[in-house]
């Protein structure tokens, strides 16, 4: 199976600024989509990043807060923009090979705003 | 929209024992069923996938059942070892393949 990673795995920000999460696949692959996971929580969608055009973003979440790009069919960043201590979560990408019905997903991103 | 919920949300048991975990959700329009592990500090692990037009998957001591009239799904661990001590999450994917997560089982298996 593909392998997919994360990049930085945690990062410790300040309020007001902005982190970009890179999410790297060893292979092409068709769908990409980002998770959150707040403290104690599960997972929620935040967006499926589909190569080629704009993402699609889950009621909650827009644009201007998280862009993403997806430049090819083995990359894809978030952003997370003008943070506050609420955005402390884990960040998580995942995808689908083509084909396949089983998602994958990378180790996550740590993030921790103070 | 729909809501999964996972019961219990924790679980401790011995070593050796089998054990289930239960999932249950609202909307039985459902593509496909996923099981998660995760482990602390760590990213989700896939352990099984149920397609809608089946019933169940089993992979080495685990097995997924997936019942649509019901809304359920359940997960059994077989002899059950202190390395299945994790978060166990179902999840069921849409038309469009997004996931939407229980909020999880937390298991303990005791040496």
């Known amino acids: 199976s593909a392998v997919i990673s994360q990049k930085p795995s945690r990062d410790i920000c300040q309020r007001g600024t902005s982190l970009t999460i890179q999410c790297q696949v060893d292979s092409q692959v068709t769908m990409m989509f980002w998770y959150r996971q707040q403290p104690g929580q599960s997972l929620t969608l935040i967006a499926t990043?589909?190569?080629?055009?704009?993402?699609?973003?889950e009621s909650g979440f827009v644009i201007d807060k998280f862009p993403i790009s997806r430049p090819n069919l083995t990359f894809s960043t978030l952003t997370v923009s003008n943070m506050s201590p609420e955005d402390s979560s884990i960040y998580l990408c995942?995808?689908?090979?083509?084909?396949?019905?089983?998602?994958?997903f990378g180790p996550g991103t740590r993030l921790l705003v103070l | 929209k729909q809501e999964v919920t996972q019961i219990p949300a924790a679980l401790s048991v011995p070593e050796g024992e089998n054990l289930v975990l239960n999932c249950s959700f609202t909307?039985?329009?459902?593509?496909?069923l996923q099981w998660f592990r995760q482990d602390p500090g760590k990213g989700l692990t896939s352990l099984l996938l149920?397609?809608?037009?089946?019933r169940e998957q089993t992979s080495g001591r685990l097995n997924a059942s997936l019942d649509k009239s019901s809304g359920r799904s359940t997960l059994y661990i077989a002899a059950s070892q202190p390395g299945d001590s994790a978060t166990y999450l179902c999840?069921?994917?849409?038309?469009?393949?997004?996931?939407?997560f229980g909020s999880g089982t937390q298991l303990t298996v005791l040496p």
């Open positions: 909307d039985s329009a459902i593509y496909n």
């Open positions: 999840a069921f994917s849409g038309s469009a393949r997004q996931l939407t």
């Open positions: 990043a589909n190569q080629g055009s704009e993402a699609t973003y």
């Open positions: 995942s995808f689908l090979a083509g084909g396949g019905e089983t998602q994958y």
């Open positions: 149920i397609q809608s037009s089946q």
